[in-house]
């Protein structure tokens, strides 16, 4: 069974920097899809970000588009969310999620819930105004 741990979440200041960080106790993350997805208060767990097997290709909503940026630290065996620009209304959840994946290309990506497998258990950010 694979576990992921998130790391990094605290409570920040609306224009502040959080990093936040993903990795597994068991195999090789580099085998692995990886995204991370965040559930605000009252509402629905949204995609944030996705990067590749390869991590040569990334993909965001357009909510973080320009101020997040999802990355890959194969020596460290995990995966990042750097997270500028936050504003309260990025308050939320945020989990890890990844998926095996080796049968598909390196540089594909998987934006829904339906394609991940293993899930944090989340780390919470909170942006204050």
């Known amino acids: 069974q694979v576990q992921l741990v998130e790391s990094g979440g605290r409570l920040v200041q609306a224009g502040d920097s959080l990093r936040l960080s993903c990795t597994t106790s068991r195999g090789t993350f580099s085998f692995y899809r990886v995204a991370w997805f965040r559930q605000a208060p009252g509402k629905e767990r949204e995609f944030v970000a996705a990067i590749s097997r390869g991590g040569g290709t990334t993909y965001y909503a357009d909510s973080v588009k320009g101020r997040f940026t999802i990355s890959r630290d194969k020596a460290q065996n995990t995966v990042a969310l750097q997270m500028n620009s936050l504003k309260p209304e990025d308050t939320a959840v945020y989990y890890c999620?990844?998926?095996?994946?080796?049968?598909?290309?390196?540089?594909?990506?998987?934006?829904?819930?339906?394609?991940?497998?293993?899930w944090g258990q989340g780390t919470l950010v909170t942006v204050s105004s």
């Open positions: 999620a990844a998926t095996f994946s080796l049968s598909v290309p390196s540089g594909s990506v998987a934006t829904g819930e339906s394609a991940y497998d293993y």
